[in-house]
């Protein structure tokens, strides 16, 4: 069973900084694209940032490049995002998500981890 366990979600003012982690079980993910997406309330759910897991290769949405980082570990099938200078926008619930390299849909999801940005 495909499990995607994300952590390191909180409260935090704004300018700081939370690193989020997400592990990965059930499978090899060497040929997966691991994705970190966000909704906050009232709007839809958006794409942050992914990572190819073999060559690395990253994709940043415009609201967060330069300030999110996302990377892996795969000696322990986990990602993380790196989150700095945090924004009172950037508050939503953050998800962890798997997808097969070229196939466009993500095919497993997190449960979610809050982020919340204080003024």
């Not at 939370?18 to 709007?43: D, E, I, N, V």
Request: net charge positive; charged share 15%; hydrophobic share 35%.
């Amino acid at each position: 069973q495909v499990q995607l366990v994300e952590s390191g979600g909180g409260l935090v003012q704004a300018g700081g900084s939370l690193r989020l982690s997400c592990t990965a079980s059930g499978r090899t993910f060497s040929s997966y694209t691991m994705g970190w997406f966000r909704q906050a309330p009232g709007k839809e759910r958006e794409f942050v940032a992914s990572i190819i897991w073999s060559g690395g290769s990253t994709h940043y949405a415009d609201s967060v490049k330069g300030r999110f980082t996302i990377s892996g570990d795969n000696a322990k099938n986990t990602v993380y995002l790196q989150m700095d200078s945090l924004k009172p926008e950037d508050t939503a619930v953050y998800y962890c998500a798997a997808r097969r390299l070229f196939i466009p849909t993500y095919e497993y999801w997190g449960q979610g981890t809050q982020v919340t940005v204080s003024s």
